[in-house]
């Protein structure tokens, strides 16, 4: 089993020059949460500004949550 460090270098290297950013957000129909690419018009999707890493995504949502 890879560790939670391997898992997200792994995540990051599927990264591509998409967007502007990596958001972590809620789904919008309540069916769970999203870790994503972002396009120039995320704005609708939530109110998590868009993160150069999955790592920082996934911390700008915690300490904004």
Request: charged share 30%.
């Amino acid at each position: 089993m890879p560790t939670d460090t391997e898992l997200l270098d792994w995540l990051e290297k599927q990264r591509t020059d998409y967007g502007v950013g990596i958001v972590f957000r809620q789904s919008t129909t309540g069916r769970g949460w999203r870790l994503h690419e972002t396009d120039n018009d995320w704005k609708w999707l939530t109110k998590n500004e868009p993160q150069p890493t999955v790592r920082e995504a996934i911390a700008y949502a915690m300490e904004n949550e």
